[in-house]
């Protein structure tokens, strides 16, 4: 599938930035030129990426390849509390399958926040020492009141005037350890009163004495998000930094913070800019972290990557495919206003990068034998069909006919409901890549359930011979021999959630679960399906698109997801 870039307003942007040359004649520190469009994609390794996290892997380092420049790869880790190294493994290797890569002409660009901590330390202290910082020793209480709200300015705190030397002593002792946690912080001067609570001398420096899954016990002061977030993207030399609107506000304070610094000369480029756009949000799905990681902690999906989850390892496991992924990030397009897309634009990508690829195969889900009692039970008659109908190519598939198969429980209707076309008694169809036969009947238990169908077949009606033309049949079933069929465990997604909007106006997500969206059947598949690879994907003929699951299929055995059904069947 290929992926044709769509305007919008960021490509916009580059454009006149490249018509500008706003970003051109750059170096790095060894003095060699600079790509033009430098981006980044900055996750905290502290959970699992999601769908939202994927349009903001396609975004950035898709504007990088389209304009022949760079994606850094930077983990901000600021947070030691929160962030592990199993979080930082799992996010390269979603990134590495989306189709992306941070290695570029042999050079790696694989960056941390954390690697930049002695050089944050210099420009805090720098800061300090120029005024344009100060460490406050208030409580956090007194601080939390002092910032004011929306509709008040806040309150200048009482050590807001301290002497430079006096905070720069203070810092000094922070990182020495002498305090304890919160006893002390360092914040920007700015302005208490600025109608952007952002401004209202946010925190650049806090005490935490806590262990740091790169740094170790290096460190006991911790820089803010706000504070490394501008200065790592001017460190990398990034051009433009893109984010989610929620930022918007925090943009005053990274243009502060780099202009200060460049004052003082740490930055002697170009400095990077910070441009938003809308998150994406999908329909039936939820992307916070905390609520993901509750439904993972109760249980209600079996772990971060069960198939149901909107994570990569999930969407992954699920057998989503890379290329598809990306054409809907690219389809849904980058605005900056908020909205929806719906859960069927996500599925209809899938269907079409998959509809070319996958092999074709038969699978029969909700089996119900049947029995042609006018085939004799020795004879083994071999049917074939083409592994896609669109490339001969490919070649044939063959599977063989005998007097006993499993066709599809609903292919049968003992009184046919109106529009009916498959099989009840006196109603012909054809048993696809077979013959043409007609129901006789039906064997039923003590309770009255159907437990086989009888029919009998035309000997001269099978598929590709020239007698199959006398025969006009409006219904076309599949089946499987019964003593070829292999038998598989197959499972069932669909959504997770029933509700299109599930956490919305602050609902309670878990009573919108879709009590449907994981179900396990044992199906009969054609017999050439023993040989299905972990990962290998196909379409099972009126059912949908089904992956061998990578984790759970073993040699010889394999088990399948459900990817996607071949029709939406949500659709109001
Ligand atoms: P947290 O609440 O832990 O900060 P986060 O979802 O913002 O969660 P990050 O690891 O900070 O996680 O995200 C990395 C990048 O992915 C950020 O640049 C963020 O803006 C972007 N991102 C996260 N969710 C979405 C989304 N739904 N749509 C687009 N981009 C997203
Ligand atoms: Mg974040």
Redesign the pocket.
């Known amino acids: 599938m290929s992926t044709v870039p769509v305007s919008n307003f960021l490509r916009n942007i580059i454009d006149a930035d490249l018509a500008s040359g706003a970003y051109a004649g750059r170096s790095d520190a060894a003095g060699l030129p600079l790509p033009t469009v430098i981006t980044r ?4 390794p ?2 699992y990426l ?4 994927a ?2 892997i396609c975004l950035n380092f898709g504007l990088a390849r389209d304009y022949g420049g760079r994606c850094n790869m930077r983990f ?1 880790d600021t947070n030691p509390t929160k962030e592990e190294q199993e979080y930082v493994d799992t996010i390269l290797d979603s990134v590495r399958w989306l189709g992306f890569d941070w290695e570029q002409d042999g050079q790696s660009h694989l960056h941390y926040a954390s690697d930049y901590f002695d050089q944050l330390y210099l420009m805090a202290e720098y800061l300090i020492t120029n005024g344009h910082a100060y460490v406050d020793s208030q409580s956090a209480e007194d601080m939390a009141a002092n910032r004011g709200s929306f509709s008040e300015p806040g309150k200048d705190s009482p050590f807001r005037s301290r002497p430079a030397a006096e905070s720069l002593d203070l810092f000094r002792r922070m990182k020495a350890g002498e305090f304890a946690d919160g006893q002390h912080i360092v914040r920007a001067r700015i302005d208490m009163a600025s109608p952007n609570m952002n401004l209202r001398d946010p925190a650049i420096y806090r005490i935490r004495h806590a262990h740091h899954h790169r740094t170790g016990d290096t460190w006991c002061i911790y820089p803010m998000y706000d504070f490394t977030h501008p200065i790592s993207d001017a460190l990398e030399n990034i051009s433009h930094s893109i ?2 609107l929620e ?1 918007q506000d925090h943009r005053p304070f990274y243009d502060w913070l780099l202009g200060h610094l460049a004052e003082g000369g740490f930055f002697t480029q170009a400095l990077p800019h910070q441009y938003e756009f809308a ?3 999908v329909t039936y799905v939820i ?1 916070s ?1 905390r609520k993901l990681k509750q439904l993972v902690d109760e249980g209600i999906v079996d772990g971060w990557d069960d198939p149901r989850m909107p994570t990569i390892v999930g969407m992954r496991r699920r057998g989503f495919t890379p290329a598809a992924i990306q054409q809907f990030c690219e389809r849904t397009g980058v605005t900056k206003s908020d909205g929806w897309i719906d859960m069927s634009v996500f599925e209809g990508c899938q269907r079409e990068d998959l509809d070319p690829k996958a092999p074709r195969a038969i699978a029969v889900l909700r089996p119900l034998k049947l029995i042609i009692d006018n085939f004799s039970v020795d004879d083994v008659i071999d049917c074939t069909s083409p592994v896609h109908p669109h490339f001969p190519e490919r070649g044939l598939r063959n599977f063989p006919i005998t007097r006993e198969l499993w066709i599809e429980a609903d292919d049968f209707m003992e009184v046919p409901s109106k529009g009916y076309f498959r099989l009840f008694p006196g109603n012909k169809v054809r048993l696809r890549y077979g013959y043409v036969v007609e129901c006789t009947g039906c064997d039923k238990d003590e309770q009255g359930n159907v437990i086989a169908v009888h029919c009998t077949y035309f000997a001269d009606s099978k598929s590709g011979t020239e007698g199959s033309a006398n025969y006009k049949v409006k219904g076309n079933i599949h089946w499987v021999s019964t003593a070829h069929a292999l038998q598989a465990e197959v499972r069932l997604f669909d959504r997770l959630f029933a509700d299109p909007h599930p956490d919305a106006g602050g609902k309670d997500y878990k009573l919108a679960l879709n009590p449907n969206a994981k179900e396990v059947v044992q199906a009969y598949l054609e017999p050439g399906m023993v040989a299905a690879q972990a990962d290998e994907k196909f379409q099972f003929e009126r059912h949908g698109y089904f992956v061998a699951d990578c984790i759970d299929s073993q040699a010889g055995k394999p088990i399948f997801n459900r990817i996607v059904t071949l029709k939406d069947n949500w659709e109001k």
Do not use: Q, V
């Open positions: 994609f900055p996750p905290e502290n959970g999601h769908i939202g996290h349009k903001s901000d984010c989610t930022f998150r994406l949000n992307t972290k």
